[in-house]
């Protein structure tokens, strides 16, 4: 079982910035990746950034050269930095961890980009 703990949303303007942050807990040892999706009511949750245990990233496209994931395991937590802020990222992110065959989801937490 992992338990995952999102903090860091809120309401920003335009090309402002949030981090956002997943606290991990738990057989944080098995998760093999661990990353980010958001979700809106128009569209399906769609990966947002991901790391995978062994280092490397991959992001979505829309996001490319604004948004920064990374973590920090001395406290379990994974971050994500997201700088240069649309309207169009206004969505709940989620974190997201594979553990083998096994998906854990955090309860989310609201973007809200104004124009």
């Known amino acids: 079982q992992v338990q995952l703990a999102e903090s860091g949303g809120g309401s920003v303007q335009a090309g402002g910035s949030l981090r956002l942050s997943c606290a991990a807990s738990?057989?944080?040892?098995?998760?093999?990746?661990i990353g980010w999706y958001c979700h809106t009511p128009e569209k399906q949750r769609e990966l947002v950034a991901v790391?995978?245990?062994?280092?490397?990233?991959n992001y979505a496209d829309s996001v490319k050269g604004r948004f920064t994931i990374s973590r920090d395991n001395a406290k379990n937590t994974v971050y994500l930095q997201m700088n240069s802020l649309k309207p169009e990222d206004t969505a709940v992110y989620y974190c997201?961890?594979?553990?083998?065959?096994?998906?854990?989801w955090g309860q989310g937490t609201q973007v809200t980009v104004s124009s």
């Open positions: 997201n961890a594979v553990v083998v065959t096994k998906e854990y």
């Open positions: 738990g057989n944080i040892d098995m998760i093999a990746a």
């Open positions: 790391i995978i245990s062994g280092g490397p990233t």
